[in-house]
Each structure stands twice: as C-alpha cells, then as structure tokens.
C-alpha cells in the first residue's frame, strides 16, 4: 500500500505515452497531429515497404555491432594499462574519463569541426604529412560519413566501458598472478586463462549497457549528417526523428518507434538475464 502511489504514477508516465504510440500508430494521422481515422496495419505496412527504413534497420545493426565490438577491443588494453601501478596513473584515468563528461552533441561538434574539409584538422595533418593532395569532403560522402561517425561513436563509448572494466581488474586478487607466475605462466596465459575468465561478468554487463546506449545514440549522427548524405547515414532513431518532426508523418512515426522498443526491450531483457545468471 506504500508505494502503491508511486507504482500508479509510474504506470502512468509509462504506460500513457506507451498507449498513445500504439493509438497513433494505427490511425491515419495529420502532420500536425489530429487523428483522421482508423487506419488499421497501413502505417506498418508503409514503413515496412520504406526502403530507407529497412536500410536504416540494416545499418542501425551495423552501427550497433561495430561501435560496440570496437568499443570493447579497445577498452581492454587500456583498462589492463591504467590497472598497473605507474607515475602518473592517477592523472591518466582522469584524462581518459574526461571525455565522458562531455554532451555527446557538444562532442559531435567538436569533431564536426575537426572534419571540416576547409579548415578541419583532419585535412590539414593528413595533407601536412603527404597522404592527402586536396582536403577531403568526409562529411559528404557516404563511403566516409558513417565510416568517421562509427570512429567516433568508439572514441566517445571508451570511458564509460574502461570503468566498468578497471572495476572488474580491481575485484581480481592479485596474489593469484603471483601464484602463476610461480608455476611457470607466461603473461599471456595469465590474461588468456585467469584474467579474461574473470572479467567475463563485467564485459557482459558493458557489452549490453552499450548495446542499449549506442542503439539510441541520436546525437552523433544527427549533429554531423543529419542522416545524409542521401539518408545514407540514417540509424533508427535518427529516421524517427526525420519522420515525424521534419516530414511529419506520426503515424509511420509511431511505427518506427514501437521496433524501436521492441528492440530495446530485448536487449533490457537480456541485461537483466545476465544479471541474474552472475548473481
């Protein structure tokens, strides 16, 4: 009975705006939002007929892997080298939880900036150092585009990844590395056999944080293409985005939105699965 008021507004706040998408997105709506009708499975069958939806599916799965899986490789080694005791250690976990601190969309910009063909730093080392004759249009091209927005979804994910494992590395007793180096182990079968068994639960727990955090990363792709060039860069939420605030469409709208949830209610789910199964 306590918190019976605070589970009815919770159910509410949710399950109001949960009942709305699914209204809108079986009725024929007006870009301003007045509901015209019933419309029944169209808006669905639109959208699943929308060849920039199922390109923006397609390339929302790549983007979610490749940030991700990058993301990973990456924040291993500089977890495994911020766990050893160095000068200077301290200093070094700030710089690399600095960017964390950040707004992915202030983030955005700056690399925006950097990637700029005229004046971008990108351009001027690269041509400094003779790899490139003339600046690049990386924002222009599709081919670098995503590529360069993939390379910063990475860059920007690191931090928060590197926390959850230099936990993990810290939870690892260290008489163990001694025992093995006693019995004859080599460091890489230190990390082969008794470090990456380890950590496992926590690269499961990053591995799905991510997943939920890139699958919705509006922010990088939005600032730098908006989607383009020629919606070659669109990812699910940002599609979402386009289709009901600037062609406004709720209904397809609504539609994207409920795959987005299904989608990430799935990976919710299995988060919570592997809480349990390491608890």
């Known amino acids: 009975m306590l918190i019976a008021p605070s589970l009815l507004l919770a159910c509410g706040v949710i399950g109001y705006p949960f009942y709305e998408i699914v209204r809108l997105s079986l009725s024929e709506v007006s870009r301003f939002g007045q509901i015209r009708g019933f419309a029944g499975w169209d808006n669905f069958i639109r959208v699943a007929t929308d060849p920039i939806f199922v390109d923006a599916l397609i390339r929302t799965l790549v983007w979610t892997v490749t940030v991700v899986g990058g993301t990973i490789l990456l924040s291993v080694p500089v977890a495994l080298v911020l766990r050893e005791d160095f000068f200077g250690r301290g200093l070094a976990r700030t710089i690399i939880m600095l960017p964390w601190s950040i707004a992915l969309s202030m983030a955005a910009i700056v690399w925006l900036w950097a990637f700029n063909a005229d004046y971008g730093m990108i351009n001027a080392t690269l041509r400094q150092w003779g790899i490139l004759a003339q600046p690049l249009q990386w924002m222009a091209r599709p081919e670098t585009a995503f590529p360069v927005e993939v390379a910063i979804g990475i860059i920007v994910s690191i931090p928060f990844t590197v926390t959850i494992l230099l936990g993990g590395l ?62 070659r860069t669109h990812i699910l939420v940002t599609y979402l985005y386009e289709l009901s605030f600037y062609l406004g469409r709720p209904g397809p709208a609504a539609v994207v939105s409920l795959v987005v949830l299904a989608i990430v209610f799935s990976a919710t789910a299995v988060y919570m699965w592997l809480r349990e199964r390491e608890g």
Do not use: K
Request: glycine residues 6%; aromatic residues 12%.
């Open 170 to 231: 810290s939870s690892i007793p260290g008489e163990i590395y001694e025992a093995a180096r006693i019995d004859g182990a080599r460091p890489w079968q230190s990390f082969a056999f008794m470090t990456l068994p380890m950590l496992r639960p926590f690269m499961n727990i990053a591995i799905v944080l991510n997943v939920i955090h890139v699958f919705n990363s509006f922010s990088i792709i939005w600032v730098m293409t908006q989607g383009g060039p020629d919606n």
